[in-house]
């Protein structure tokens, strides 16, 4: 899918087309819906342009376009796992259904009142998140239901919605101006020991944008081997949900 991107992007010999081939490959990406890798992969391939030096420049051009294809590749082989694991491609997808459902423009021969609930409508909370995506997976997933508690023995713990045919769990996060990352770092460390199901996702939507880099945090916990578990974290920024 990407590999002509990643053949344009190698074969750049300039700034100018470099970041061309980049632009090219972050539209194409968030066209498809993969709006979260399409913010990644921007963060990835800036460059600081230090005009001042052209072998500084050639470089970090030479650098920044390694780090590119590699991040390229390492996308590459996670889509193709995404397209066998049902749960994350949905989630990867909810973006679009968020867009089209009430981002988008609504036909001027909907009924009034969908046109009153829908226009102004946005996402305020985590409530309101689990809210649209548990009717998203319930659509495919029958036995798709929230707030389920599990006790471990010391305390008990929610899980925010599970699909036991699965053995999966999504835990949803709505960032808020009076959470730090760190606060939110540990409620995802805490989850990833006390969750005993196999599967386990993480969606944050980081509406407050206290997360400075969205790379190094997704790859902080998804890099973490918890034995027996398959962690999944996808973040998204304020206008994308």
Do not use: W
Request: include cysteine.
């Amino acid at each position: 899918m990407l590999d002509e991107y990643i053949e344009k992007i190698r074969n750049t010999e300039s700034v100018e087309a470099y970041e061309k081939a980049v632009s090219d490959l972050t539209d194409y990406l968030y066209k498809h819906g993969k709006v979260n890798e399409s913010a990644e992969l921007t963060e990835v391939a800036l460059l600081k342009k230090n005009r001042f030096s052209k072998r500084e420049m050639k470089a970090e051009l030479l650098e920044k376009k390694a780090a590119v294809i590699k991040y390229c590749s390492m996308l590459t082989n996670e889509l193709q796992r995404g397209n066998r694991d049902t749960i994350l491609s949905i989630l990867r997808q909810f973006p679009l259904f968020c867009k089209n459902l009430y981002k988008s423009d609504i036909h001027e021969k909907c009924s009034p009142g969908i046109k009153e609930h829908l226009y102004g409508f946005c996402i305020e909370n985590e409530y309101d998140l689990q809210k649209l995506m548990l009717a998203v997976l319930s659509s495919v997933f029958s036995d798709a239901r929230s707030e389920s508690v599990q006790d471990t023995g010391h305390h008990s713990v929610r899980k925010d919605i599970v699909i036991d045919s699965e053995s999966a769990a999504i835990e949803l996060k709505c960032t808020r101006s009076s959470m730090t990352e760190r606060q939110l770092s540990e409620e995802i460390a805490a989850d990833m020991i006390h969750y005993e199901t196999r599967n386990l996702y993480f969606y944050i939507y980081d509406k407050a944008g206290i997360i400075r880099n969205a790379v190094s945090f997704r790859k902080t916990y998804e890099e973490r081997y918890v034995e027996g578990k398959n962690v999944h974290v996808l973040i998204y920024s304020h206008g994308d949900l």
